[in-house]
């Protein structure tokens, strides 16, 4: 089921947390019971699989309620954050407009500026954070586009902020630069 | 009056970029003709006697386009067809440009044209199409068409649209559509192509049972006759090739009276389209490359490494306009990369670090990526680009057509 949840490659955010987790000497395993997991990802789908996975994503409510209660790192991204407005209404309520589909670069608080993709037909909302809790509609792998939202999920997850090899920090670096001048 | 001056401007514009890029430029001439004269294409293809031929869908349009092509002149017949990859309504024009003359009028008896699937489906309601050849459904540049869903709707206007369609049996998303007609089918010997091997977009839906009159082998193509089927012999291809050729080979029995041994002939002459899974000679040095459109294809070109390339260079150019889509495709195969080039560079080379591949040099610019390959040593250098890095990489090593 999680490959019907990675669109357009939410699911690497786990590899993401995986890597730098790992190089911390913490074990990372996989769960399907999101009342217990440390970190949830909900990635984006496509019409035909939200559709299918209607039931099993409406028994999330209860669990992603509480989750953003707590503010427990969790990541909702793209079609599936979409899903659940309306429904979670710590989510609130976000008028449809006419749908964007461009590189955006998104201030959800005044230290943090989250950058990524996005086509939707949101007019706001593009990142909502509540304590380590994330709904976005940045789809793809963010986390490793932003390194200070990395580091807020691995403080959130009880780690350490993440060690980037260099290369791969000036990898970002030009990836963040080509998105604030698109 | 209006066709004269749309032809003249238009071919105009196509000698001088020539002029200034061999082998490019091949849209804005197009771009041009079409603003002062829309109805230059309409017309044109009206003029041709066998009438049109669509080739559409996800993946394969260029090769199936290719193979029929090829399968069609080999019975003498003249064919207008849009070659590279210039397959939306500019590309269309100034493919009519290259050929036609002055009056806009060209001399083919058939047109064979690979429709971008976006593109098709407003073309479909302006131009009359005998037949509409639909290849898949994938999920595919979702930053333009947001949902596979879209893809579905936009290939059964055309197939609405059009006279005749024939349509690929393995994906239930073309065979759940209602065309208002029945479609005619191209299919896969399962026992030859395994179904893991010929996956398409989700769907959740019944799939459909058609009955296909031409079935794809892993060396043959058969058609299946009354009481007697024909089978062709054609060079070894992986699946994708090969339901690409078997969509060729109905569409042909769609079209003419075929002669059998004509056809084993070419089948076991065609060569694939260019940049796909081709070898060049460049520099005194042969390179395979291949081109890389989505995730699918990105993949099945990977899984098709044995492991000896080398230099390898991997190429995510501007055409991959949202590139989340490359951490979708499974790169943990290969230990190392020579090259990572292209405007998506950066983005690419941070996905293969990711899953824990070297990256030697990471080069934006696509023409200096493509000097650096050829400076470094290997036995078997090979190439996996998207369009745009393959366009940039042959005109700048000197292979554009």
């Given at each position: 089921m999680p490959?019907?949840?990675?669109?357009?490659?939410?699911?690497?955010?786990?590899?993401?947390?995986?890597f730098?987790?790992?190089?911390?000497?913490?074990q990372?395993s996989a769960?399907?019971d999101a009342?217990?997991a440390?970190?949830v990802?909900v990635?984006?789908?496509?019409?035909a699989?939200?559709s299918?996975?209607?039931q099993?994503?409406?028994?999330?409510?209860?669990?992603?309620?509480?989750?953003?209660?707590?503010g427990?790192?969790?990541l909702?991204?793209?079609?599936?954050?979409?899903?659940?407005?309306?429904?979670?209404?710590?989510?609130g309520?976000?008028?449809?407009?006419t749908?964007?589909?461009?590189?955006?670069?998104?201030?959800p608080?005044a230290?943090?500026t989250?950058?990524?993709?996005?086509?939707?037909?949101?007019?706001?909302g593009?990142?909502?954070?509540?304590?380590?809790?994330?709904?976005t509609?940045?789809?793809?792998?963010?986390?490793a586009?932003?390194?200070?939202?990395?580091?807020l999920l691995?403080?959130?997850l009880?780690?350490?902020?993440?060690?980037?090899?260099?290369?791969?920090?000036?990898?970002?670096?030009?990836i963040?630069?080509?998105?604030?001048?698109? | 009056?209006?066709?004269f001056?749309?032809?003249?401007?238009?071919?105009?514009?196509?000698?001088?970029?020539?002029?200034?890029?061999p082998?490019?430029?091949?849209?804005?001439?197009?771009?041009i003709?079409?603003?002062?004269q829309?109805?230059?294409?309409?017309?044109a293809?009206?003029?041709?006697?066998?009438?049109?031929?669509?080739?559409?869908g996800?993946?394969?349009?260029?090769s199936?386009?290719?193979?029929?092509?090829?399968?069609?002149?080999?019975h003498?017949?003249?064919?207008?067809?849009?070659?590279s990859t210039?397959?939306?309504r500019q590309g269309?024009?100034a493919?009519i440009?290259?050929q036609?003359?002055?009056?806009?009028?060209?001399?083919?008896?058939?047109?064979?044209?690979?429709w971008?699937?976006?593109?098709?489906?407003?073309?479909?309601?302006?131009?009359?199409?005998?037949?509409?050849?639909?290849?898949n459904?994938?999920s595919?540049?979702?930053?333009?068409?947001?949902?596979?869903e879209v893809?579905?709707?936009?290939?059964?206007?055309?197939?609405?649209?059009?006279g005749?369609?024939?349509i690929n049996?393995?994906?239930?998303?073309?065979?759940?559509?209602?065309?208002?007609?029945t479609?005619?089918?191209f299919?896969?010997d399962?026992?030859?192509?395994?179904?893991?091997?010929?996956?398409?977009?989700l769907?959740?839906?019944?799939?459909?049972?058609?009955?296909?009159?031409?079935?794809?082998?892993?060396s043959s193509?058969t058609?299946h006759?009354?009481g007697?089927?024909?089978?062709?012999?054609?060079?070894a291809?992986p699946?994708?090739?090969?339901?690409?050729l078997?969509?060729?080979?109905?569409?042909?029995?769609?079209l003419?009276?075929?002669?059998?041994d004509?056809?084993?002939?070419?089948l076991?002459?065609?060569k694939?389209?260019?940049?796909?899974?081709?070898?060049?000679v460049?520099?005194?040095?042969?390179?395979?490359?291949?081109?890389?459109?989505n995730?699918t294809s990105f993949?099945?070109?990977?899984?098709?490494?044995?492991?000896?390339?080398?230099?390898?260079?991997?190429?995510?150019?501007?055409?991959?306009?949202?590139p989340?889509?490359?951490?979708t495709?499974?790169f943990?195969?290969?230990?190392r990369?020579?090259?990572?080039?292209g405007?998506?560079?950066?983005d690419?080379?941070?996905r293969?670090?990711?899953?824990?591949v070297?990256?030697?040099?990471v080069?934006t610019?696509?023409?200096e990526?493509?000097?650096?390959?050829?400076?470094?040593?290997?036995?078997?250098?090979?190439v996996?680009?998207?369009?745009?890095?393959?366009?940039?990489?042959?005109?700048?090593?000197?292979?554009?057509?």
């Open positions: 490959e019907h949840f990675n669109n357009n490659g939410d699911q690497g955010n786990l590899e993401v947390l995986r730098f987790l790992e190089a911390q000497g913490l990372v769960t399907d009342a217990v440390d970190f990802l990635g984006d789908a496509s019409r699989a939200i299918h996975h209607e099993e994503l409406t028994r999330l409510i209860s669990v992603l309620s509480s989750r953003i209660a707590k427990l790192p969790t909702l991204v793209g079609s599936s954050y979409e899903f659940f407005i309306g429904k979670i209404a710590e989510l309520t976000h008028a449809r407009t749908r964007v589909s461009e590189f955006r670069s998104v201030t608080t230290e943090l989250v950058m990524g993709y996005r086509n939707s037909e949101l007019a706001s593009d990142v909502q954070l509540f304590g380590g809790f994330i709904a509609t940045l789809y793809g792998p963010i986390l586009k932003n390194p200070e939202l990395l580091d691995l403080l959130r009880g780690a350490e902020r993440a060690n980037w090899p260099e290369d791969m920090l000036e990898f970002v670096a030009k963040r630069s080509e998105i604030s001048s698109d | 009056m209006r066709t001056l749309a032809v003249m401007f238009g071919k105009l514009a196509r000698l001088l970029i020539r002029l200034v890029r082998g490019g430029g091949s849209a804005l001439p197009g771009v003709a079409n603003k002062i829309p109805k230059l294409l309409a017309n293809i009206r003029s041709i006697p066998g009438g049109l031929v669509v080739v559409s996800s993946a394969g349009k260029s199936t386009t290719s193979y029929l092509v090829s399968l069609l002149q080999s003498g017949l003249r064919v207008f067809t849009n070659t210039a397959n939306i269309l024009v493919a440009l290259a036609s003359d002055l009056r806009g009028r060209i001399d083919f008896d058939i047109a064979v044209l690979e971008d699937e976006g593109h098709g489906a407003v073309l479909a309601k302006e131009l009359p199409i005998k037949l509409a050849v639909l290849t459904v994938l595919d540049q979702l930053d333009r068409f947001v949902d596979p893809v579905i709707e936009m290939l059964k206007i055309i197939g609405v649209e059009a005749s369609v024939l049996a393995e994906d239930k998303n073309l065979c759940q559509l209602d065309f208002g007609k479609p005619l089918a299919g896969a399962r026992n030859q192509l395994p179904p893991g091997e010929l996956s398409y977009a769907n959740f839906g019944a799939h459909p049972a058609l009955s296909h009159f031409v079935t794809a082998g892993a193509v058609v006759g009354l007697k089927d024909s089978v062709y012999q054609t060079v291809l699946s994708h090739q090969a339901m690409n078997a969509a060729a080979v109905a569409a042909l029995e769609c003419i009276e075929v002669d059998p004509v056809v084993q002939s070419r076991l002459e065609l694939p389209v260019f940049a796909r899974n081709e070898r060049v460049v520099a005194d040095r042969h390179i395979d490359l291949r081109l890389v459109q995730p993949q099945k070109n990977l899984d098709e490494l044995v492991g000896d390339e080398l230099p390898l260079m991997l190429m995510a150019g501007r055409d991959i306009h949202d989340s889509w490359l951490w495709v499974d943990s195969k290969l230990n990369v020579e090259v990572v080039g405007f998506n560079a950066s690419l080379a941070l293969l670090r990711f899953q824990g070297e990256v030697g040099q080069i610019e696509a023409t990526a493509g000097d650096a390959f050829l400076r470094l040593s290997g036995a078997r250098p090979t996996l680009f998207s369009a745009d890095a393959m366009r940039r990489v042959r005109r700048h090593w000197g292979l554009a057509k």
